[in-house]
């Protein structure tokens, strides 16, 4: 069982930045594909970004390339979703997924762990 919680939203004008983190439990966190995603209302949830367990690869969506950076700290258990150059685009609630494969994963439905999700909105 992994429990994964997020934190590090909030408001914040067009072309700002945010960080958020997710908190994973488990003891074999490093070798965990962990992910981002958001749900805007009325749409569908949308893979962001995702990184790999042992060598970690990175993968982000194009709408976000360039823009916003996925890293992880294993002695910590954390992984983060750096945004900068924000747009009200980027509104909507954050979730970070994890999966036990430790490939990259970037489809929602691959990952079997969520987090309760976070609140991004991006103020024109």
């Known amino acids: 069982q992994v429990q994964l919680v997020e934190s590090g939203g909030g408001l914040v004008q067009a072309g700002g930045s945010l960080r958020l983190s997710c908190a994973a439990s488990?003891?074999?966190?490093?070798?965990?594909?962990m992910g981002w995603f958001r749900q805007a209302p009325g749409k569908e949830r949308e893979f962001v970004a995702a990184t790999s367990g042992i060598g970690s690869s990175t993968y982000y969506a194009d709408s976000v390339k360039g823009r916003f950076t996925i890293s992880r700290d294993n002695a910590k258990n954390t992984v983060y979703l750096q945004m900068s150059s924000l747009k009200p685009e980027d509104t909507g609630v954050y979730y970070c997924?994890?999966?036990?494969?430790?490939?990259?994963?970037?489809?929602?439905?691959?990952?079997?762990?969520w987090g309760q999700g976070t609140q991004v909105t991006v103020s024109s």
């Open positions: 997924a994890a999966d036990l494969d430790g490939s990259i994963r970037l489809h929602a439905r691959l990952y079997g762990y």
């Open positions: 488990g003891r074999t966190f490093s070798s965990y594909t």
